[in-house]
């Protein structure tokens, strides 16, 4: 399928396409894709600068997040996941090595009885998952508009989205409620957006 072709799909389209595509990789090229990622982010000031990373439990061939854990802990930095919330909102819940995670709403592992980040005064990081992206920072998550509701309370909070070059598509369709991340890593490039 060409550019131009991806230029007319809708939200939903990219998404299955780029799913699909992304199945196509190796649990090699995966962990491999996955350090050379991880390793750009680990160089740059965004990271450096946080105290707190707000991730989220990789799935269905997403970049691991494992290698980024456990440097950030290393590196003496404390680790928070999403919990989806009634009313499709969420918060970030701090977590380490011996939180207990359970399956959440879309099966995806939360942290249970930690506290919740208070973002106030805090030098944060915030971790975006998504499916599709473009060069101008525009991204298609799994569509249930959660994070872009999160990043609208906390505009200051730097955005990155991990992702294999595969993901990249010349643009996605937006609307006001699309929130784009500062910066994109793929395992072959890097696209700053006010990073």
């Known amino acids: 399928m060409c550019q131009?072709?991806?230029?007319?799909?809708?939200?939903?389209?990219?998404r299955t396409l780029m799913k699909r595509r992304r199945r196509t990789?190796?649990?090699?090229?995966?962990?491999?894709?996955?350090?050379?990622?991880?390793?750009?982010?680990?160089?740059?000031?965004i990271y450096k600068d946080a105290d707190v990373i707000l991730g989220y439990c990789s799935i269905s061939a997403e970049v691991s997040m494992d290698y980024l854990f456990e440097q950030a802990r290393k590196d003496g930095k404390r680790l928070a996941l999403p919990v989806c919330l009634p009313g499709r909102e969420m918060e970030f819940r701090y977590f380490d090595e011996n939180t207990e995670l359970k399956k959440g709403e879309y099966g995806i592992p939360e942290p249970v009885g930690t506290d919740i980040v208070d973002l106030d005064g805090l030098k944060a990081l915030i971790i975006v998952p998504g499916v599709v992206f473009d060069?101008?920072?525009n991204r298609i998550g799994y569509g249930g508009g959660y994070y872009d509701r999160f990043l609208k309370k906390h505009p200051g909070v730097p955005k990155v989205m991990l992702a294999y070059e595969l993901q990249k598509t010349v643009s996605i369709p937006v609307d006001g409620n699309d929130i784009p991340v500062n910066l994109i890593l793929t395992e072959t490039d890097r696209y700053a957006i006010n990073a």
């Open 135 to 137: 060069a101008f920072g």
């Open 25 to 45: 990789l190796s649990a090699t090229r995966i962990l491999c894709y996955s350090a050379i990622v991880t390793e750009k982010l680990l160089k740059e000031d």
């Open 4 to 14: 131009s072709e991806e230029k007319e799909m809708t939200k939903s389209e990219l």
